[in-house]
């Protein structure tokens, strides 16, 4: 498998960004995937998941403001951000949620690079 995460950068407060995380090696439409952020200091947090069946599960804190949706196609996760606080900073990765146990490498999970979003005025 592997995990190419981007679209990050740094916005003003307020501001939106699009997160793609391109997905290949694994047959993509079977698997749910989901959005983690990792903020500095912080441990890595699940924010939005979405099935294969294109249910869609939202963390309380980005709820209303994120949407994440899916690409079988182009084999791509994607995640809408709008009014991004200075609370969304964080590095963002893509992969299965939790309760489906993240991909791995061997023995090692494997998260791709991230992508960093700043949110700062």
């Known amino acids: 498998v592997q995990l190419q995460a981007s679209g990050g950068g740094l916005v003003q407060p307020g501001g939106s960004l699009r997160l793609s995380c391109a997905v290949s090696g694994i047959a993509f439409s079977i698997y749910s995937m989901g959005w983690y952020r990792q903020a500095s200091g912080k441990q890595r947090e699940l924010v939005a998941s979405i099935s294969s069946a294109r249910r869609t599960i939202y963390a309380d804190s980005v709820k209303g403001r994120f949407t994440i949706s899916r690409d079988n196609a182009g084999n791509t996760v994607y995640l809408q951000m709008n009014n991004l606080k200075p609370e969304d900073t964080a590095v963002y990765f893509c992969?299965?949620?939790?309760?489906?146990?993240?991909?791995?490498?061997?023995?090692?999970?494997?998260w791709g690079q991230g992508t960093q979003v700043t949110v700062s005025s």
């Open positions: 992969n299965r949620p939790p309760g489906m146990g993240v991909f791995k490498r061997g023995s090692a999970d494997y």
